[in-house]
């Protein structure tokens, strides 16, 4: 049974670089034909999908968050992490990593962290 389960600190100050940190376990994050992801949820709004991970390496990432984000990992840890520069009060969420698979799309989740909450405020 996978698991993920996203680490970081819950409060950033605007201008600064949130990073967090999802460490998975019962699934290597290089198995074939798996990709993993950043969703979040700011209150009271949708989820947002933030970019994805493939398992080769390759990531993708949302138009709107391109120049800001970058997703990478440590395969030795099975880890990957999210990074978001120049935060606002706007990247206040809660933020989760999840694990999909290309044969379901790119939308469709498995598996989900429990997530966690980030605020952005000085």
């Known amino acids: 049974q996978v698991q993920l389960q996203e680490s970081g600190p819950g409060l950033v100050k605007p201008s600064q670089t949130l990073s967090l940190t999802c460490t998975v376990s019962?699934?290597?994050?290089?198995?074939?034909?798996?990709?993993w992801s950043w969703i979040r949820q700011p209150l009271g709004k949708g989820l947002e999908w933030m970019g994805a991970?493939?398992?080769?390496?390759?990531?993708y990432y949302s138009p709107s968050l391109r120049s800001r984000t970058s997703i990478s990992r440590d395969t030795s840890k099975n880890q990957f992490t999210l990074q978001v520069t120049s935060v606002t009060t706007e990247d206040t969420a809660v933020y989760y990593c999840v694990r999909g698979h290309e044969n379901t799309g790119m939308r469709s989740y498995d598996s989900w962290g429990q997530g966690t909450q980030v605020t952005v405020s000085s």
């Open positions: 019962g699934a290597s994050i290089t198995e074939l034909y798996y990709y």
């Open positions: 991970m493939m398992y080769s390496g390759m990531t």
